[in-house]
C-alpha cells in the first residue's frame, strides 16, 4: 500500500511569506504526526492530530498552526517566515488501533526560506 | 517530560566490523524506547522498539538493542556492518501508552567505510 505522501517536497520562500504543506497519510491511518527537522534543533514536535482534533502540541510559536481533514489528510502552516524556519518537515502516520509505537514518515518537505 | 542523548554524532566504522551507537535517556515516567533510520533525502524508519517484554530487541536486518532501565540506557549494536548500513540513525522515547509524540535524540551519523 501507498506509504505516507507529503507535498510539495521542495520549496523556497522569502521572508514574510507563508507556506503551506500537506499530508496524505497511509490508508486507514487516522493519526498524523509532524515534525521539524534542522541541523542545530534536530528533530523537534509539532503538533499530532487525531480524527481532525489536535491532540498534542509541541513548543512552537502560534505562527506553526496545522488542521486535519475527514478524510485524515493534514496541512501544516506556517505565517510570517523567518529565516530559522528553513527545515526539513517530516509527516508521520499510525495505525488507528492499539499503540504500536511505530510511526511511519513520509519523505519530507524541504523549506527553505530566504 | 524526556530527553535523550546520544553521545556520539558521528561513528566511522571499517565494513565487517562491530559497530554500537550509544543512546541514553531521562524521564520520570515509563517510557517506550525506539531506534529510527534515516538515509538521504528520505524520511525515518523505524529500525526496532521497546514497549515491555524481553529487554533485548532485534531488527531483520541484524540489529539489536537492549533496554537498561537502571543505567537509562538503549545502545545500538550491530556484530557486522555493511556499506548499505551507513545512515543517520535516530534514538527517540516516548511516554509509554502515548507513543505518538517522540522525543528524538541529535542523531549518530554512521558511516561504513570498505
Known amino acids: 500500500k501507498a506509504g505516507v505522501t507529503q507535498t510539495p517536497r521542495y520549496l523556497i520562500k522569502t521572508r514574510g511569506q507563508q507556506v503551506t504543506l500537506s499530508c496524505s497519510p497511509i490508508s486507514g491511518h487516522r493519526s498524523v504526526s509532524w515534525y521539524q527537522q534542522t541541523p542545530g534543533q534536530g528533530l523537534q514536535f509539532l503538533f499530532e492530530?487525531?480524527?481532525?482534533?489536535?491532540?498534542n502540541k509541541g513548543n512552537f510559536p502560534g505562527r506553526f498552526s496545522g488542521r486535519q481533514f475527514s478524510n485524515s489528510r493534514s496541512e501544516m502552516n506556517v505565517s510570517t517566515l523567518e529565516l530559522g524556519d528553513s527545515a526539513l518537515y517530516l509527516c508521520?502516520?499510525?495505525?488507528?488501533?492499539?499503540?504500536?509505537?511505530?510511526?511511519?514518515f513520509g519523505e519530507g518537505s524541504r523549506l527553505t526560506v530566504l | 517530560a524526556q530527553s535523550v542523548t546520544q553521545l556520539d554524532s558521528q561513528v566511522p566504522v571499517f565494513e565487517e566490523a562491530p559497530v554500537e551507537l550509544r543512546c541514553n535517556y531521562s524521564s520520570s515516567v515509563s517510557v517506550y524506547l525506539f531506534w529510527y533510520v534515516q538515509y538521504p533525502n528520505q524520511g525515518l524508519q523505524l529500525l526496532l522498539k521497546y514497549l515491555s517484554g524481553s529487554t533485548l530487541v532485534e531488527s531483520i536486518n541484524g540489529f539489536e538493542a537492549e533496554f537498561n532501565k537502571s543505567q537509562t540506557s538503549f545502545h545500538l549494536r550491530k556484530p557486522s556492518v555493511h556499506i548499505s548500513d551507513t545512515a543517520e540513525y535516530f534514538c527517540a522515547v516516548s511516554e509509554a501508552g502515548s507513543a505518538r509524540q517522540l522525543t528524538f535524540g541529535s542523531g549518530t551519523q554512521l558511516t561504513v567505510l570498505p
Open positions: 492530530y487525531f480524527s481532525e482534533t489536535q491532540r
Open positions: 508521520a502516520s499510525s495505525h488507528p488501533t492499539g499503540d504500536t509505537g511505530e510511526l511511519f
